[in-house]
């Protein structure tokens, strides 16, 4: 397996039994970690189980569920800083999925176009990783187009928009766009946390939490400076926008409120002292969770784990969301 290594723990333990542990570990998750010398563990690694754990079917299945989200970010990104796909920079993590629909070049600004090429490689890199960790899964068909985004608008205004919402005019549009899906994924993470057994998947899922809720913080801050301003041609303005599609997001997962705009009523901001909420959390400041199935209901678009719809037309791949679309 490409940039990983198999490793033998050798230990020995006072009954002169010696047991042997061998393990494929990506490098990537424990790089600084020695296996070979057992006596400074835990200076530069945190000294989690001695034995590392196996990666559990359950694990394989959660992390396999999340790169349905993390291809919808990985094309949305490049497409929109780049002008080209997964299928461009990173074939081989295709694994023989179709082409995404409707996606294009964004119109971007030169910051908001450095930021959005950094992510769009974050994106790959967290396909790369999950599928030497649990293996990949084809990428799903996925419609990015104009009109997907534009139907999230109309139903979290209960109108229709004039001119349609279109993600890829401008950064601003872009960054609206943006705040649809990264979020979703941070509270996936979340959500998974505490059903992952192993240690390595423990590590990686932290891990790509942290990168997707950094994602998460930079897109909403960027949108939080231009709060008051109207989004052209619309009378709406930034921070209505994000009211609008948390809700609709709250609404589709039908799991109460797991999502705030970057606006608040005090009693949702931190410690009901702040109206200021660039990032989304509960009362404790503790960010949401949601499950496999509130996440397919969102990004569906259809409320209905069973019913695929919006950004995934034919359903997302893996175990998990194919029971869902196995069992109307
Ligand atoms: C292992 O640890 C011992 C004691 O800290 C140290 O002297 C030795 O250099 C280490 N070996 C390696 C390969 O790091
Ligand atoms: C453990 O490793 C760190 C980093 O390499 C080193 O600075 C430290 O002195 C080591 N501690 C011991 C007890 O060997
Ligand atoms: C993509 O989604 C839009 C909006 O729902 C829809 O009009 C269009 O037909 C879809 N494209 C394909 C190829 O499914
Ligand atoms: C725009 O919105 C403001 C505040 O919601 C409202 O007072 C105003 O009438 C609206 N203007 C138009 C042209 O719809």
């Known amino acids: 397996m490409a940039n990983s290594f198999i490793k033998s723990l050798i230990i020995t333990i006072p009954l002169f039994t010696t047991i042997k542990f061998v393990m494929t570990v990506p490098t990537s998750l424990y790089d600084t970690y020695d296996y070979g010398n057992n006596s400074n563990l835990t200076y530069c690694q945190a000294p989690y189980s001695f034995v590392v754990e ?84 084809p990428r799903p068909l996925m419609n990015l187009s104009a009109a997907v985004f534009a139907s999230f608008m109309n139903r979290a205004f209960e109108q229709p928009l004039n001119p349609p919402f279109d993600p890829y005019i401008n950064s601003l549009n872009f960054l609206l766009g943006s705040y649809i899906v990264p979020y979703v994924g941070l509270t996936g993470y979340v959500g998974a946390s505490p059903m992952i057994r192993g240690n390595i998947a423990k590590r990686l899922t932290a891990g790509l939490l942290g990168v997707e809720a950094g994602q998460d913080a930079v897109i909403r801050a960027r949108l939080y400076e231009r709060a008051e301003e109207k989004v052209p041609p619309y009378n709406y303005t930034v921070a209505e926008f994000t009211d609008r599609l948390s809700k609709l997001r709250n609404q589709l997962g039908k799991c109460g409120v797991k999502d705030e705009g970057i606006i608040v009523p005090p009693e949702l901001g931190a410690e009901g002292k702040s109206t200021t909420n660039v990032l989304s959390a509960n009362k404790d400041s503790i960010s949401y969770q949601r499950t496999p199935a509130e996440i397919l209901r969102i990004l569906y678009d259809t409320g209905d784990e069973h019913l695929p719809g919006g950004f995934y037309p034919s359903g997302a791949n893996g175990k998990i969301a194919q029971q869902y679309l196995s069992k109307p």
């Open 54 to 137: 196996p990666i559990y079917k359950e694990d394989i299945d959660l992390l396999q569920f999340a790169q349905n989200v993390e291809h919808n970010e990985a094309d949305f990104f490049l497409w929109g800083a780049l002008g080209k796909g997964l299928d461009e920079v990173a074939p081989e993590l295709v694994l023989g999925g179709p082409r995404p629909i409707g996606v294009r070049k964004a119109n971007l600004d030169d910051i908001t176009e450095k930021i959005i090429t950094e992510f769009a490689y974050e994106e790959v890199g967290h396909l790369r990783i999950l599928k030497e960790t649990v293996g990949g899964i």
